[in-house]
């Protein structure tokens, strides 16, 4: 295996879904690794201002992961010197109208999470992996979460596209062991982000209450270093699968 899969300065990292929670959190930590970090999602001026943060590392990208067109335009504006990406973190993810029984959900909110959480997450690694195949160099890690493994009520949606990219994740891995590609799956327990808001959009008080009732909560942080961490292994390693938990989670 390739020694450079590990990040060294100048490795450049996508990550989806950047301009908030986590993913923020995580271009962050990429690029205090020495990464160039291209920081992509849907809202323009969010992508901007995270990798404005990063200074000469960050590079924003906006796009929709459930848009074909958006993904291919998009990795198609990056100049030659961003386009080598090692490091791709598909974070990119949420949950409208979820914690509903099934059948009180509204169906376009449910085909929009699988569309996001699993198809987009396909389609951005299919995109990016010829890349790596190319240069025998890659990492790809994908966030899951608790819910890709403890089925709930009001989960059908959430948790069966969770489920989903742990399969992806792990059968992923497989295609590529011994190559120098390697797959990542972490899995948050709840972290205090604006997951729940944008579930709950236009009832922030259901959100913030969601919270607090959970007491203490994981923070973006948490998991950027966790990303961190797996990413930073030497060649003959790989993190394949990280559950990450609120100290005082059940
Ligand atoms: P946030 O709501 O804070 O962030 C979600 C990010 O996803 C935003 O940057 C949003 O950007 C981006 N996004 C959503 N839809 C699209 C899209 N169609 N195209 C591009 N980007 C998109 O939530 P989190 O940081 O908490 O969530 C990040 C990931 O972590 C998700 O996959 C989530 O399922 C997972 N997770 C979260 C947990 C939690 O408790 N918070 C627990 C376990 C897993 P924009 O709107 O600008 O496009
Ligand atoms: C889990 C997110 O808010 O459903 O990935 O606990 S939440």
């Not at 690794?33 to 969010?46: H, K, P, Q, S, Y």
């Not at 960050?58 to 100049?79: E, F, N, R, Y």
Request: glycine share 12%.
């Amino acid at each position: 295996m390739n020694e450079a899969t590990m990040p060294r300065p100048g490795s450049i990292a996508l990550v989806t879904g950047a301009s908030s929670g986590i993913g923020a959190a995580t271009a962050q930590a990429l690029a205090a690794l020495g990464c160039r970090v291209i920081c992509a999602g849907r809202r323009a001026d969010r992508v901007e201002e995270v990798a404005a943060g990063l200074g000469d590392k960050g590079l924003p990208l906006v796009l929709d992961v459930t848009d074909p067109a958006s993904i291919d335009g998009a990795l198609a504006s990056l100049s030659h010197d961003w386009r080598e990406i090692a490091i791709l973190v598909n974070n990119a993810g949420g949950d409208k109208g979820g914690r509903e029984r099934f059948d009180q959900g509204d169906i376009e909110d449910w085909v929009g999470t699988i569309e996001t959480n699993v198809t987009g997450l396909i389609r951005i690694t299919y995109a990016v992996i010829s890349g790596m195949i190319e240069r025998d160099l890659g990492h790809i890690v994908n966030i899951g979460s608790v819910s890709g493994f403890t089925p709930y009520a009001g989960g059908t949606i959430y948790a069966g596209s969770k489920y989903a990219v742990h399969g992806f994740s792990e059968s992923l891995r497989k295609d590529y062991r011994g190559t120098g590609i390697r797959v990542t799956e972490v899995l948050p327990g709840l972290v205090r982000t604006e997951f729940a808001f944008q579930r709950w959009e236009g009832d922030p008080k259901k959100a913030q209450k969601f919270y607090d009732d959970f007491g203490e909560c994981l923070v973006p942080e948490d998991i950027a270093n966790t990303i961190a961490f797996a990413v930073s292994q030497p060649p003959n390693v790989v993190i394949s699968q990280l559950v990450v938990l609120p100290n005082a989670a059940p």
